[in-house]
């Protein structure tokens, strides 16, 4: 337990210094927000029936920012090997990097969210609901993010690779997610919804530690 | 504790090409065995393979305790192998003090280990300075302290030396007198010679 905490701590401070990557997805998820009114048009009408939608598609793509670095350099720099000889099986390590990303992107992405989503004409009332679905969306995003990464390891151009390889799995979440969204806003409870997302997120929690622990130990054989 | 290593007809490839076959030596407490051979021989990923990375194609490799029970491999390499490389894992832009904690703690710290491993390596100096900022001899011996900040029986060492000059390079022989003498094992990838007496172990010439 004690290992798992001083990793989870050096994670996430790895994750905060040296170049800010959570700002970065954050300032970049803002970017993708702000171009959407400029090329559709700044009409409401048109803008709030999809702000839920964008803010989902903007989450996705923001999520894929770090994932680059998640394993790739510490496969180069050796600290992958480190990781490995230490008490805890790489199963638990996948796991742990998986939930500091989360808490190091995943997290500032979800408070960002809500603002987006106002900017883009959502009503206020529905803020909660946003950051609390990025949230959730957001804890499966990191661990099926994690898994492409893992399973890019070593190749060329791993970074479009993992894109490739991991917006499709994230497919599920945009879709219950703005779901959610969408339901709330017309009146309906959003739980539905929310319960389909948890339960992906589950999934995902479940079945990308031993495929990632997996595909890390190829990647240093 | 690792008290013997015992290696038996192991057959390393990489890819289709194989490194070295029928394979066999034992090493046992207090023994340090230096491996040597050309380039491309197969010395790193012997290294490797006994540290679990590469999966051997033949043969076997087995920990012993003190009694003679063999150890669950998987066990003994997440408690008690040390495999210190070319590539030592740290961080640039981490400070080395914060480097050396992470590393030692992460492997299982003594108390006072990571003192004892400041003393010895000469660390005080460097601890506030970023990794990246230090040269290639500090940045070894800030690997090296790991192996004295957190006590494992078998170190597997890759070139441990290179980088050192003279008065380093007695510093870490000490240590490893001393890492035998409380009943260790050394398994070291050299080109030089250690300064500590080896008992060689050739994989010839590669190709």
Redesign the interface.
Known sequence: MR?AY??FR?EL??AW???GGPLLACGFFACLTTVVPLAAGGDPNVLKPVAAGIAWLALALSSLLSLERLFER?L??????????????LEAVFAIKAVSQWIATGLPLALTAPVAALALGQSIELAPLTALSALIGGLGFAFTGALGAALALGAKRGGLLIAVVVLPLFIPPVVFGSGALDRAAAGLSPLSALALLTAYVLFAAVIAPPAGAAAI?SA?? | MISTLSITDLRLARGERTLFSALSFAASSGEAVALTGANGAGKTSLLRAI?????PEAGTIVFRETDDEPIEADLA???Q???L??????????TAR?ELM??S????HSHHGIEEAIDTLGLKPLLDLEVRKLSAGQRRRLALARLIGSPRALWLLDEPLSPLDARWREVVGAMMVRHLADGGLILAAVHDPLPIPTRPLDLGTGR
Do not use: M, N, S, Y
Not at chain 1, 76 to 89: I, Q, Y
Not at chain 2, 105 to 108: A, S, V
């Open positions: 290992a001083i990793l050096r401070a790895l210094g040296g170049g510490d180069e720099d050796g600290a992958l090997d480190l990781l490995a000889t230490g008490p805890l099986p130990r240093q054989g | 540290a679990g990375f590469i999966r390499r997440a408690h192998v040390h495999l490389g070319h590539l030592d894992g740290l961080k640039g832009q981490q914060d992470f590393q703690q992460w492997l299982g």
